[in-house]
């Protein structure tokens, strides 16, 4: 039952840069309340929840907890009273198991340590919290999903009250993100106050009791679930009309652009991940690959872009052998990569705006200037796809790792679009963002399949696959259960491949 307030934020402010990113915010949650925090990348959510949580200090406004005006000078204060956030990006140790982590950093540990009295506290919660993990186990060595779980559980040992939780699916199947709900209101229905930023409209409605909408930095509306509807929030996130549906017009295919023959590839451990694949792709095509993570989709586009060794088989491109090629060869070949990490593998986060958006031409004549690079071109250069699309920040010499999610997307989008390749590789390329960067994403990708290029998408998002793709190769364990022309299968049949059944056993 939703009880009595346990946050009020009051005319909350706060600027970067002369960038007013909350603008006299007001929010509140309740006991046993489960608020979903909406709006586009950049719109001021995790700003506003790094305020609540001491990391941020407010320029204007007054935030209260149980009733009492807060005074934070660090995070840990906003942790000692009660109030834990788990971020998108994991604080685990991961050399260290489960036990440890959990333990690491608590307040009430100090020198010594009773081990078999801090299980049996940790495990009290589990029960009640209905986890289950194996204390001892290494963190590196757990699936995403109970990494996410030991993160939420570490809050939990810590006694807090209100637990903010920021994009905590994003890298989850869909089974591991239903358990997550229901522990969530497990906690919920504790009289714990939980708020839970995220972009999937599914999951607004499967676990929320209110939403509130921010835009541009601003509150547009706080909503009961009830009285709402997923195209009326994303209204109120993008200030208009959102599309959910793309037209695939015909084009003319330009055939085997890119031609796979019996490829294998290792994974990082050493275990064959690629098996036996052959497949091509045409220019004038989006062919998707789905599948559950992990069963050898980021070894295959590691291997097309050079960053990972064949371990036999062909790749060519354009009727050339470049099964050796380094990737700054595939680049300059015209190979374009738009990686599924963008904070570790997508830009250098701490250089600027600017050199992130020149690092795949600077070293084309046209940006020289005798032995020297042209420093007033690139910068021109970088400002055009800047314009173009609308990458949203205080200047060129920011740098990359502090604009949202969503503006680092464009970056590297308008990076790769504007080199004009004739193959793009796109991995899970709409993750974490919200409804109007995804449209804009998946928009540009279509684009590119109508102006001739060759596509090879790889993506966890049936809706993106469905609306998106040409053809479909469903991959399990390494090898391509199914591959066929998009609408051929039905989703519980695609279903069925993704858990290994074969094409023709569907057939049969």
Request: with cysteine.
């Amino acid at each position: 039952m939703i009880g009595e307030f346990l946050v009020e934020m009051r005319n909350i402010s706060k600027s970067f840069f002369g960038i007013k990113v909350n603008n006299k915010i007001n929010f509140t949650l309740r006991k046993g309340e489960i608020q979903a925090l909406l709006g586009e990348n950049g719109a001021g959510k995790t700003t506003l929840m790094n305020m609540l949580t001491g990391v941020y200090f407010p320029d204007e406004g007054d935030t209260f907890f149980k009733g009492k005006k807060m005074v934070l000078n660090f995070p840990g204060d906003a942790l000692s009273m009660g109030i834990g956030m788990v971020h998108q990006r994991f604080s685990l140790v991961g050399n260290l198991t489960v036990f440890e982590n959990l333990i690491l950093g608590h307040p009430k540990n100090k020198f010594i340590i009773n081990v078999a009295v801090e299980k049996i506290l940790i495990q009290k919660y589990m029960k009640q919290f209905d986890f289950h993990i194996n204390l001892d186990a290494i963190v590196d060595e757990l699936p995403i999903g109970i990494r996410q779980k030991v993160e939420i559980l570490k809050m939990l040992v810590r006694e807090v009250d209100v637990l903010i939780v920021d994009e905590p699916t994003t890298v989850l199947t869909k089974q591991e993100a239903d358990n997550l709900m229901q522990i969530l209101r497990n906690i919920a229905n504790s009289g714990k106050g939980i708020i839970f930023i995220t972009h999937k409209m599914s999951e607004v409605f499967q676990v929320a009791n209110s939403i509130t909408v921010l835009r541009k930095g601003e509150k547009i509306a706080t909503v009961n679930k009830e009285e709402t509807t997923p195209n009326e929030l994303a209204r109120m996130m993008v200030g208009k009309e959102h599309n959910t549906t793309f037209n695939l017009p015909k084009t003319k295919k330009i055939p085997e652009i890119l031609k796979i023959e019996n490829l294998f590839v290792n994974s990082n451990n050493g275990v064959l991940a690629v098996k036996n694949l052959s497949f091509n792709v045409a220019g004038g095509e989006i062919l998707s690959i789905a599948g559950v993570t992990g069963n050898g989709q980021i070894e295959l586009a590691d291997a097309l872009t050079g960053n990972r060794k064949v371990g036999s088989g062909n790749i060519k491109f354009k009727n050339r052998d470049i099964t050796q090629h380094s990737p700054k060869k595939r680049i300059d070949e015209g190979i374009s990569y738009i990686p599924g990490d963008r904070i570790n593998v997508g830009v250098a986060g701490n250089r600027s705006v600017w050199e992130n958006l020149i690092m795949k031409v600077y070293r084309l004549p046209k940006f020289k200037k005798g032995l020297l690079l042209n420093n007033v071109k690139l910068k021109k250069y970088a400002e055009k796809i800047i314009q173009k699309y609308d990458i949203m920040m205080p200047g060129i010499n920011l740098p990359a790792l502090l604009l949202s999610g969503g503006n680092l997307q464009k970056l590297i989008i308008g990076r790769e679009i504007e080199r004009d390749c004739d193959l793009y590789i796109c991995v899970y390329p709409t993750r974490g963002l919200d409804v109007g960067a995804t449209e804009f994403v998946r928009n540009s990708i279509l684009n590119l399949r109508n102006k001739g290029k060759a596509i090879i998408l790889i993506s966890g998002d049936f809706d993106e696959i469905f609306g998106l793709s040409d053809r479909i190769a469903v991959m399990c364990e390494g090898k391509f259960t199914g591959l066929f022309n998009n609408g051929d299968y039905s989703l519980e049949q695609i279903g069925l491949m993704m858990s290994g059944q074969e094409i023709e056993n569907l057939e049969n």
